[in-house]
């Protein structure tokens, strides 16, 4: 157990709609850092936050947002979905704010649009 | 950006047996990680090593930055080593995956 939890583990959806994935981070990381792995695209770097703030951006769509709450805890939006969006999404969240550190991963939710 | 290919895809092994994963990278990066996801899906974070050799136990990671490569070694293969690894490459603040190498260690 890597101390860091996620929630849902499986979400089922239909096409157009949104969808809201969360993350807590291990006690005592700041960084938390989102991930998506599907067949097609393989694991994919989308964004990373560090106490509250955006620190780096990968290969996130504009249909989706993510944001780190005062209790370090974050949250992605996916909005508008498509069936390509259907993928497993880790989180993983670390001490330090580069994305260097070693990191921590959740166990995943595995997203399915219908 | 950067480009990032692992080799080999598959890697079929008895038990006991050493094997090398390698990792090329495009351009100049600021670190390269390696990662392994078991076949349950777990992802572990096995090393940060921009450059060097690290060991951790039967597992060790040599970087070459001048020449764009990093090899991961695994030593006497267990059963539980089976996964996918793969590699990372940071740069420019991106983070960029290779595809992959499945490891599969056969008792």
């Known amino acids: 157990d890597s101390g860091v939890t996620q929630t849902p583990k499986h979400l089922i959806t239909a096409t157009g709609q949104r969808v809201t994935l969360r993350c807590s981070p291990r006690s005592g990381d700041l960084s938390v850092y989102w991930y998506q792995q599907s067949l097609d695209q393989g694991l994919q770097f989308l964004i990373q936050?560090?106490?509250?703030?955006?620190?780096a951006k990968g290969n996130i769509l504009e249909r989706f947002s993510a944001q780190q709450f005062p209790d370090l805890h974050s949250e992605l939006n996916l909005s508008s979905l498509e069936l390509g969006d259907s993928a497993l999404y880790f989180c993983?969240?670390?001490?330090?704010?580069?994305?260097?550190?070693?990191?921590?991963f959740g166990p995943g939710t595995r997203l399915t649009v219908t | 950006g950067i480009q990032v290919e692992q080799s080999p895809p598959d890697l079929i092994l008895q038990e006991g047996a050493n094997s090398t994963l390698r990792c090329n990278f495009s351009?100049?990066?600021?670190?390269l990680q390696w990662f392994h996801q078991n076949p349950w899906g777990q992802l572990i974070n096995l090393f940060y090593i921009p450059s060097g050799t690290k060991q951790n136990g039967r597992l060790s990671a040599t970087t070459v930055a001048t020449e764009r490569y990093s090899l991961l070694y695994i030593s006497s293969s267990q059963t539980t080593d089976s996964g996918v690894y793969f590699c990372a490459a940071e740069g420019a603040q991106k983070l960029v995956f290779g595809q992959g190498t499945r490891l599969t260690i056969n008792p």
């Open positions: 936050y560090y106490n509250g703030e955006e620190r």
């Open positions: 993983a969240s670390s001490v330090g704010g580069g994305l260097g550190n070693e990191q921590y």
């Open positions: 351009d100049s990066v600021n670190n």
